[in-house]
């Protein structure tokens, strides 16, 4: 009985100590599949962060194209405007706008300026007479 106890033992051993043997290797098979199978994944992680910032990039640089674009027809109207006061100003209606600007001035309280009638008409001259 006891060379079966012993054999017994002995096998237990032999085979438990291979499980753990075992078990150790695959543990470390198992930690450089995975830091592997990590490093793949931050790679690919990596090019979908630069594709979103790429498109983001092109997001701005159509917004600021835009804004641009905005900017030119502002200076557009800006410039046709401009255009047509300057071809329909006179001094007849730069004479008005005067008048208009001196009304409002006089009914100010804090009003302390006094005009003197100087011109052919008995309004301030708007402009150099020769």
Request: net charge negative; proline share 2%.
């Amino acid at each position: 009985m006891e060379d079966y106890t012993t054999k017994a033992i002995t096998a237990f051993i032999i085979v438990t100590s291979i499980i753990i043997i075992g078990s150790a290797v695959g543990i470390g098979f198992s930690y450089k599949w995975y830091n592997r199978y990590q490093i793949r994944q931050d790679a690919e992680n990596e090019v979908q962060v630069n594709e979103i910032k790429i498109k983001q990039q092109e997001q701005l640089i159509q917004v600021e194209k835009q804004k641009a674009e905005i900017r030119i027809v502002e200076a557009g109207g800006i410039a046709k405007s401009q255009e047509i006061i300057a071809t329909s100003l006179t001094n007849n209606y730069l004479q008005y706008l005067a008048i208009q600007a001196q009304e409002k001035m006089a009914e100010s309280p804090n009003h302390t300026q006094i005009y003197i009638p100087t011109g052919s008409n008995g309004i301030p001259l708007i402009k150099t007479v020769d």
